[in-house]
């Protein structure tokens, strides 16, 4: 029976692999990085591309390798040898995927608590209830002092973190602001929590990352003529006026 050096085969995957990795962490095109915590998730992120792409070329490499070596030759009609289990491999291809995952999760999840800034939101930033629905969000401002209800546009102060309580009036769907690297499912009858602290000011997309239902696109800020509008990052003093501005018109109305 033919067999198969997999060892040099490992460490040709490993090489390839890590050059594949390095182009995708050097050529990635991702939004700017707009929040205090996105710099953070970015490096984990090229971590993960490095660490997939090595995954990656040792897999492709082995198959393909094995596919060339173990093809079936002309004219051979033979059934292949009836193999009935190899506890060692079995247990390999399990060990190894678990080390893999508990490994990922070692390291993010440090982070993500890190990266958590609701507390600090409550104390001296912003909260903001976010409602989804088919197919927009509308916002409600928590803090006394602010009061506003139901809005179309989100307009947040920079450098202050927010902490938004997140829901839906219907079906599933992810409140995401790519610019922040933060997304949040909206689960009916549940209200999910995410937090971030903008870090420059301007205007960044809101998208709907959950296929919601036919207007799905229109949950997305950058699709033209999309009911969602992109979040408005302002200076605390331009935050100031908006309320101000927003309230007059409330009453007025
Ligand atoms: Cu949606």
């Known amino acids: 029976m033919k067999s198969l050096n997999v060892l040099p085969l490992v460490i040709l995957g490993t090489v390839m692999g890590a050059i594949i990795g390095v182009l995708l962490v050097v050529l990635r095109t991702l939004p700017e990085?707009?929040?205090?915590?996105?710099?953070s998730i970015d490096d984990l992120y090229?971590?993960?591309?490095?660490?997939?792409?090595?995954?990656?070329?040792?897999?492709v490499l082995v198959m393909l390798v094995a596919i060339f070596r173990f093809r079936a030759r002309p004219n051979d009609t033979r059934d292949?040898?009836?193999?009935?289990?190899?506890t060692w491999l079995e247990v390999v291809w399990t060990v190894i995927p678990f080390i893999l995952v508990a490994a990922v999760a070692f390291v993010s999840w440090p982070l993500l608590n890190e990266n958590n800034v609701s507390g600090a939101a409550e104390k001296s930033g912003q909260r903001i209830h976010i409602t989804g629905y088919q197919f927009g969000w509308k916002y409600t401002y928590l803090n006394e002092d602010i009061g506003i209800k139901d809005s179309q546009d989100l307009v947040v102060p920079v450098n202050v973190p927010i902490g938004f309580d997140i829901?839906?009036?219907?079906?599933?769907?992810?409140?995401?602001?790519?610019?922040?690297?933060?997304q949040m499912g909206a689960t009916p009858a549940q209200t999910n929590y995410a937090s971030a602290t903008?870090?420059?000011?301007?205007?960044?997309?809101?998208?709907?990352?959950?296929?919601?239902?036919?207007?799905?696109?229109?949950?997305?800020s950058a699709v033209e003529g999309a009911l969602v509008t992109k979040v408005k990052v302002v200076s605390q003093a331009d935050f100031d006026k908006w309320v101000a501005d927003t309230k007059a018109k409330a009453a007025a109305a």
């Open 80 to 86: 292949g040898s009836n193999v009935h289990g190899i």
């Open 46 to 59: 090229a971590a993960f591309l490095l660490f997939s792409g090595i995954i990656f070329g040792i897999v």
């Open 33 to 39: 990085e707009a929040s205090a915590q996105a710099r």
């Open 167 to 182: 829901t839906t009036m219907d079906v599933m769907h992810s409140f995401w602001v790519p610019a922040w690297r933060m």
């Open 198 to 220: 903008p870090s420059k000011i301007g205007e960044f997309e809101i998208v709907c990352a959950f296929l919601c239902g036919v207007g799905h696109t229109q949950m997305n």
